[in-house]
């Protein structure tokens, strides 16, 4: 199993609607949980952290379920900006920041 | 303040030469890691150095090697390049092993 999995997509979505994007992991023991987002050809950049009681940013909201090692990226009222890749990463408890990213999801929002 | 900056930014090699990339990491910021992306795919951890030492390394064979100097700065190498390792090579700086990381532009390596 792979230790973070994500849909790849593409979702292709017009603006204004709503998206979800889901990714689960496999160890357990992880304590921190990311979104990235990264633009075609360009490197990833934080989107936000994932804490346990879930969070929001703007349009973003991130929620982790721990008894089912999932984490949730939702984005509300679509941009065309926002097409791009998001990246769901894990901080593996090595004791040490390693993270561990997912395949990403392509998000293609159109007029 | 310059974040964090690779060189080169693209390069051309073929197949058994070696390869050098260079990160100087975001200013204030003393630990490196390092991540291979090939296409389509999300980045891969390939090593992290604190300290001017390797701190912990991921599923990457002894090819990849790499050096942290004095002053934070890194260097990945790629020995005997096989086809396979055509990728953008992504560094990532943080303030100590466990801060949030920066990443770099890359750099984007193809291997003919």
């Known amino acids: 199993r792979k230790e973070v999995e994500q849909d790849p997509g593409p979702f292709n979505v017009p603006e204004g609607a709503t998206v979800a994007f889901n990714c689960t992991y496999s160890?357990?023991?992880?304590?921190?949980f990311f979104w990235y987002r990264q633009d075609c050809r360009k490197e990833p950049k934080l989107l936000m952290s994932?804490?346990?009681s879930g969070n929001e940013d703007g349009r973003f909201t991130a929620q982790l379920n721990r008894a089912s090692q999932y984490i949730s990226l939702l984005i509300r009222d679509s941009k065309l900006s926002d097409s791009a890749t998001y990246l769901c990463?894990?901080?593996?408890?090595?004791?040490?920041?390693?993270?561990?990213f997912g395949t990403g999801t392509r998000l293609l929002v159109s007029p | 303040d310059a974040g964090v900056t690779q060189s080169p930014t693209h390069l051309i090699k073929t197949r058994g030469q070696q390869v050098t990339l260079r990160c100087s990491p975001k200013?204030?910021?003393?630990?490196v890691s390092w991540y291979q992306q090939a296409l389509g795919q999300g980045p891969q951890f390939i090593f992290q150095?604190?300290?001017?030492?390797?701190?912990q390394r991921g599923n990457f064979p002894d090819r990849f090697s790499g050096h942290q100097f004095p002053n934070y700065s890194s260097e990945l190498n790629v020995n005997a390049l096989l086809l396979g390792d055509s990728a953008l090579y992504l560094c990532?700086?943080?303030?100590?092993?466990?801060?949030?990381?920066?990443f770099g532009e890359g750099s984007r390596l193809t291997v003919l």
């Open positions: 990463v894990v901080n593996i408890p090595t004791g040490f920041q390693k993270l561990v």
């Open positions: 160890n357990s023991a992880s304590q921190s």
């Open positions: 994932v804490y346990s």
């Open positions: 200013s204030g910021h003393d630990t």
């Open positions: 150095y604190y300290e001017e030492e390797e701190r």
């Open positions: 990532a700086s943080s303030l100590s092993i466990t801060g949030e990381l920066f």
